[in-house]
């Protein structure tokens, strides 16, 4: 199947052009970016012109920031095709529930990725908690802005939602490995004087669960969560890949290159079967943040 990318930054040459590259089921036949491009695929400017010159291309990836996405997403779906969209789905819910509904009125296939539930270690930690009951659970999310999001002003930005662009990730693991339903009871949320997105929160969720979500963390990077059960302690490190059962390694390693192709083998299966896959549970957690959290401003930052 023929396959587009729109937005060709960091995470469309990181992870989806090798990822596109060892698939057998995609071809990546084009792309769309204002100036960015993949050596041996054809280049285009501008959405339209490349929906309308090729209409082999049943499938497009959009790789853009959230606010510019939900503009091409309409394109995509008003053109026929399916769609597939980098975490978190949309700037807003709403948006995301009108992409949701112009698919299933159309018979199109809509893809909400969330890459760090493909890690390795996330399926064997929701087999081990199921029947568990939690106690307590603590999520670490720490990383150097300037390391991962170097002069991504647009992720400090409204609508780029700060560090909820990574803690997502941790949110989107959360959501998909409790047993049980969890919602959020208070946040407070850290925004520097000349920025609209919060740097650092801290989330208070039901089930005893903490999230401790900084930006500005240097030195050690920590992406763990530790989640305490009636029958034994789980923790999952490196952004989900590693899994450790009370102290004992279960699964995994370092590497987090198979999160993509097993996004792209997802869609495949999906666009194949007719279906769709949209779970909005760790955006509304975030949405919910920015609702009822406390704000307080913190010092300027500059990239
Ligand atoms: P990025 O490097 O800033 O790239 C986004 C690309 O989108 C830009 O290169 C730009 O390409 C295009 N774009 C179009 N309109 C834009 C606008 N108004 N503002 C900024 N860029 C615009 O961002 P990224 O890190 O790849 O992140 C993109 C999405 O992937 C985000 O939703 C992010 O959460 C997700 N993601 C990122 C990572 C990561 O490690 N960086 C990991 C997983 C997921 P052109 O100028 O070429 O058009």
């Not at 929906?51 to 939900?70: G, Y």
């Not at 989640?227 to 490196?238: C, E, H, M, S, W």
């Amino acid at each position: 199947m023929k396959i587009a990318l729109v937005g060709i930054g960091k995470i469309a040459l990181d992870q989806h052009v090798p990822a596109l590259a060892a698939s057998p089921d995609w071809d990546l036949t084009a792309t769309v970016s204002r100036s960015g491009q993949v050596p041996g695929v054809l280049a285009f400017h501008d959405i339209d012109t490349m929906l309308a010159a090729h209409p082999e291309i049943c499938a497009i990836s959009l790789c853009l920031p959230p606010v510019p996405r939900f503009a091409a997403a309409v394109a995509v779906l008003r053109a026929g095709r399916h769609l597939m969209l980098e975490k978190p789905p949309g700037a807003t819910l709403s948006e995301v529930h009108v992409l949701r509904d112009m698919a299933a009125a159309q018979g199109l296939t809509i893809f909400a990725t969330w890459h760090s539930r493909m890690a390795q270690g996330v399926a064997a930690a929701r087999d081990w908690l199921a029947g568990r009951t939690i106690r307590e659970g603590r999520i670490t999310w720490r990383e150097d802005i300037r390391k991962w999001h170097p002069g991504q002003d647009w992720i400090l930005d409204a609508g780029g939602m700060g560090v909820f662009d990574p803690g997502i990730n941790a949110l989107s693991i959360l959501t998909a490995i409790l047993p049980e339903p969890v919602h959020l009871q208070g946040a407070d949320l850290d925004v520097p004087a000349n920025r609209q997105a919060p740097i650092a929160a801290r989330l208070q969720l039901s089930q005893g669960i903490t999230a401790d979500l900084d930006f500005r963390q240097q030195g050690p990077q920590t992406w763990d969560i530790r989640i305490v059960t009636d029958d034994g302690t789980l923790v999952l490190r490196n952004g989900g890949n590693i899994l450790q059962i009370d102290d004992r390694p279960v699964t995994g390693g370092d590497s987090i290159m198979q999160e993509y192709p097993a996004l792209y083998d997802r869609m495949a299966r999906l666009v194949r079967q007719g279906a769709s896959d949209v779970d909005l549970a760790p955006m509304v957690l975030v949405a919910d943040a920015f609702t009822s959290g406390r704000r307080h401003a913190v010092d300027p930052f500059e990239f």
